[in-house]
T-cell receptor
């Protein structure tokens, strides 16, 4: 099925740095979700966005639902070693019921 | 217990074995999902159940047989699998579309399956 274009594919940063990743699509989405997945575990929901232009924070994480409804970004401020993992975006379209379209993930490595 | 739980967490089986994966959600949701996650590939939706009824089968081979006895429990019965079926199998739950306009899926920890 259709995928979201998530970038970058991987990031190697130093502890304390800020991180930014984004997802784009040619389609319009009603909902954007950001998940984090650690090795051997399932994706954990970080932030859910339901309205175009919405900016939502969860601790050091901030995500925005793009005005065009075709993109979203996730920022992590002052990264720490436990931020390591794969971050996935997922979008839900009005016409797709509960089906989600997933990005391919951003692998984040934080060096202490 | 809260959230979405899955058992077993790890499973090794031969190609002639029959096994079952179990998922249970404690979130009061009425939609449940099975996903397959293979290395280096995006999550693949396998099955969707809304109010215990299967509403989506994403061209999954018949060696995978889902069962949803009630809105809180979901099973995936496995029979004569192939080595390429080795993957992380994830269960998720949400409220169904139409029930809410905020269809947010919550995932379980997954079952790591190895088929020998």
């Amino acid at each position: 099925g259709q995928q979201l274009n998530q970038s970058p594919q991987s990031m190697f940063i130093q502890e304390g740095e800020d991180v930014s990743m984004n997802c784009t699509s040619s389609s319009i989405f009603n909902t954007w979700l950001w998940y984090k997945q650690e090795p051997g575990e399932g994706p954990v929901l970080l932030i859910a966005l339901y309205k175009a232009g919405e900016l939502t924070s969860n601790g050091r994480l901030t995500a925005q639902f793009g005005i065009t409804r075709k993109d979203s970004f996730l920022n992590i401020s002052a990264s720490i070693p436990s931020d390591v993992g794969i971050y996935f975006c997922a979008g839900q379209k009005e016409t797709s019921g509960s089906r989600l379209t997933f990005g391919e993930g951003t692998q984040l490595t934080v060096n202490p | 217990e809260t959230g979405v739980t899955q058992t077993p967490r790890h499973l090794v089986m031969g190609m002639t074995n029959k096994k079952s994966l179990k998922c249970e959600q404690h979130l009061g949701h009425n939609a449940m999902y099975w996903y397959k996650q293979s290395a280096k590939k995006p999550l693949e939706l396998m099955f969707v159940y809304n109010f215990k009824e299967q509403t989506e089968n994403n061209s999954v081979p018949s060696r995978f047989s889902p069962e949803c006895p009630n809105s809180s429990h979901l099973f995936l019965h496995l029979h004569t699998l192939q080595p390429e079926d080795s993957a992380l199998y994830l269960c998720a739950s949400s409220q169904p579309p139409g029930w809410t306009d905020k269809v947010t899926q919550y995932f379980g920890p997954g079952t790591r399956l190895l088929v020998l």
